[in-house]
């Protein structure tokens, strides 16, 4: 997220465990009655993928270099990518038997 707000752009993180993205139980039952004790948290490891993340700025605040970029922060837009969903959904041209796709992240060096 920090390269979004510097940049001011949309920005994929690295690979990230989507921890409320679980798998539902589609065999539905009926809801607890009132005083219930709530459903307890799933064990289910959780889904692999991405995050898309947007900056919202500030109106009006200037925004022309990284610091200016960071006081004008208002919130972020984000949308979580199932890693599966992602390739399941890709055209039928890319995934060919012997197609590879990677989904890779900059090395980031530090000074």
């Given at each position: ?11 994929l ?69 199932r890693?599966?969903?992602l ?9 060919r038997?012997?197609a ?12």
């Amino acid at each position: 997220m920090q390269s979004a707000r510097d940049s001011g752009k949309a920005t994929l993180s690295g690979m990230v465990g989507l921890v409320r993205d679980q798998p539902k139980n589609l065999n539905t039952t009926p809801p607890a009655p009132t005083g219930a004790k709530p459903e307890q948290p799933s064990n289910r490891a959780p889904r692999p993928g991405f995050l898309l993340s947007m900056p919202v700025f500030h109106h009006g605040r200037p925004r022309a270099n990284p610091a200016e970029r960071g006081a004008a922060l208002r919130g972020w837009v984000y949308m979580p990518v199932r890693a599966q969903d992602l390739i399941d959904n890709l055209p039928t041209q890319v995934r060919r038997p012997r197609a590879t796709i990677s989904v890779r992240s900059p090395v980031m060096t530090r000074p």
